[in-house]
């Protein structure tokens, strides 16, 4: 239970230093009265999901077809919002979505989530601007989307990759000091 706690205390501290104002910009983009789901290019993770703010959107492994596991738990609600759309809205396919994989699901108090391929999309609240896509990977359980509606669980080939930075030279003792080769 702790251990859960914690890994979702992390997020809402994350929240906290970055301020109000991130957390006021998601609430506010998550509440369209219709949803635009299209595609961009990311420089990590290629061609994914994005809403017509640019924002990156993700998909809860624990998550089923038609079924959202996330906004029961405030923590996870507050964290990763839900591309929401009106009642009488249908979501809007932008440039290299498919529309007939895009959907909504009845949320408590009235509320339809945009889905992609069945599943329901979030936003993370971590992510500052467009393009940013800082919720990847997230305890092994959000991942961005891409087109075809699939999770994209790695960086694509071609990605900058950062260069780990070279071990430094070992240094040895002329006197046989008995340093080892770290001295």
């Known amino acids: 239970m702790q251990d859960r706690i914690v890994r979702w205390a992390l997020p809402l501290a994350l929240l906290a230093v970055m301020g109000v104002g991130a957390a006021m910009a998601a609430t506010t983009t998550m509440h369209a009265s219709h949803a635009t789901v299209k595609v961009a290019k990311n420089a990590k993770y290629g061609m994914v999901l994005v809403a017509s703010n640019g924002k990156t959107l993700y998909r809860f492994t624990p998550d089923r077809k038609g079924v959202n596991k996330c906004s029961s738990n405030a923590a996870c609600n507050k964290a990763w919002p839900r591309l929401l759309v009106a009642a009488t809205a249908r979501p809007t396919a932008g440039a290299g979505a498919s529309a007939s994989l895009l959907g909504k699901i009845k949320q408590p108090k009235g509320l339809w989530q945009a889905t992609y391929a069945g599943y329901p999309l979030y936003f993370y609240a971590g992510d500052r601007k467009g393009g940013d896509a800082n919720g990847q990977g997230f305890e092994s359980k959000w991942y961005v ?22 071990a430094p030279a070992p240094t040895t003792t002329s006197a046989g000091g008995g340093g080892g080769a770290w001295g």
């Open 145 to 166: 989307v891409n087109a075809r509606g699939a999770l994209v669980k790695h960086a694509v080939a071609g990605s900058p990759t950062p260069t780990p930075a070279p």
